[in-house]
């Protein structure tokens, strides 16, 4: 008999987005599923549609709970699940074939892996870790699959042995919950396989003020909302605590290692967040200004010496630097149909700015690696990233702070990208 994957959805009034979400389940070419939904005090018409669902597929089950929020819901989900791998899937997602659960498992079962993990879509960010097998006993493979925060942290886009998820959901968390989960659980993972073929949809719906899911991108609406850190970065240090415990009972041996590493990409995570909600320039750069000072931060950036960088001694003009490029790259890079990660495009600019590199790197660090990538010009971020800082050191011998010309920089760019694939296609 076919293995049974039990697949976990908690949904909270989500009337408008579950009948897509489920469909997606039930067209999956694998049909061993158990579809476990949990209705976590819907006020809406979730309840209803849920259940009629059930009389029409035997393979769903329905949990009615009071609203206690996500974890909750996860965890009783778990607690019922009588599948030999378990799967997340939120209530406004989707699968954007049939054949995920197919695919995913014969991966897994393929590389006797404790985990298999899919690339999505996103309006933000992307999964950058390359297709592979990850032998997570080796600590330079357990950091780079650790550091992916997109591989690594979302709960959604990973298709568990069952007998690896041994912890529950911290309770009472609010933001970055399934980061935590991970990490709690990541002590019983010893290889992970990964597919960098895009399996998930990730429904980002628009914000609106009477949907408590749009709730990320609320808090860029409020006035002066970098005055009361009520951040990305903020909200995700607000779990600093239960990072800490996590690591001091499962992970001694890495300790700061796996710290600083969420202090640091917190930010990043804010800044493309911010880019694609449109928030002003200058508001950005506030932000990024009042992070800087924030000694947490400090502390996280001056650790990665550890791996072999220099920061230099910045400015507020260098932070400044850093958002224009960033921002003008962000926009740029969404608009084209080049595939290249915002992201390490985003760490390339942010280590030629605010770093020296010396003759030697410890390549477990992503920043240290992204930084050889850009004096290398190896990959087609660093070439992206080059052209970009080669215009900004242009600008600033023309003192046109304003950087006018900037509108330009994609055609130049991508020439120097044509270039790179051609010599790689050669």
């Not at 009588?82 to 695919?103: E, V």
């Not at 690896?164 to 009472?172: F, K, R, S």
Request: glycine share 2%; proline share 2%; hydrophobic share 40%.
């Amino acid at each position: 008999m076919e293995d049974l994957i039990s697949v976990i959805i908690p949904c909270y009034n989500a009337e408008k987005t579950m009948t897509r979400t489920i469909n997606s389940v039930r067209e999956q070419d694998y049909k061993n599923l158990e579809i476990i939904i949990v209705n976590d005090g819907s006020k809406d018409n979730t309840l209803n549609i849920a259940n009629e669902f059930a009389k029409l597929d035997s393979r769903i089950h329905v949990i009615n709970q009071k609203n206690s929020g996500v974890s909750v819901a996860r965890n009783n989900g778990i607690k019922y699940a009588h599948g030999d791998y378990i799967m997340f899937l939120d209530a406004d997602d989707n699968y954007l074939t049939n054949k995920a659960y197919t695919n995913m498992l014969n991966k897994l079962k393929e590389e006797n892996a404790d985990v298999c993990v899919c690339n999505f879509t996103h309006p933000c960010f992307e999964q950058h870790l390359k297709s592979g097998v990850y032998d997570l006993t080796d600590e330079y493979q357990f950091m780079t699959y650790y550091q992916d925060f997109f591989a690594f942290a979302m709960p959604w886009n990973k298709l568990f042995k069952r007998e690896c998820i041994t912890e529950d959901y911290a309770v009472g968390i609010k933001f970055a919950e399934d980061e935590l989960f991970n990490l709690d659980n990541l002590k019983n993972i010893k290889k992970a396989v990964v597919i960098d073929e895009v399996y998930h949809n990730y429904y980002c719906a628009p914000y609106n003020p009477n949907e408590p899911a749009s709730a990320v991108n609320s808090i860029y609406s409020e006035d002066k909302f970098w005055e009361k850190k009520h951040t990305i970065w903020h909200l995700g240090n607000n779990n600093n605590q239960h990072r800490l415990d996590s690591i001091n009972k499962f992970y001694k041996k890495f300790g700061k290692d796996l710290f600083y590493p969420r202090i640091f990409d917190f930010f990043f995570w804010d800044f493309m967040l911010m880019a694609k909600n449109c928030v002003l320039e200058e508001h950005i750069s506030n932000v990024c200004k009042g992070i800087f000072n924030e000694e947490l931060f400090i502390e996280a950036i001056k650790y990665k010496e550890k791996f072999g960088l220099i920061l230099k001694d910045y400015s507020l003009e260098d932070i400044e630097t850093f958002v224009k490029l960033a921002y003008h790259a962000f926009k740029e890079i969404k608009q084209s149909n080049i595939k290249m990660s915002v992201y390490k495009v985003l760490l390339s600019i942010f280590a030629k700015i605010f770093y020296r590199l010396p003759n030697q790197v410890d390549s477990k660090d992503i920043l240290a690696r992204t930084y050889v990538e850009l004096i290398n010009n190896s990959t087609p971020e660093a070439v992206y990233a080059n052209s970009l800082l080669e215009l900004m050191g242009l600008a600033k011998e023309q003192k046109n702070k304003n950087l006018i010309f900037l509108d330009e920089t994609i055609s130049k760019c991508f020439e120097g990208l044509n270039e790179f694939f051609e010599h790689k296609t050669v």
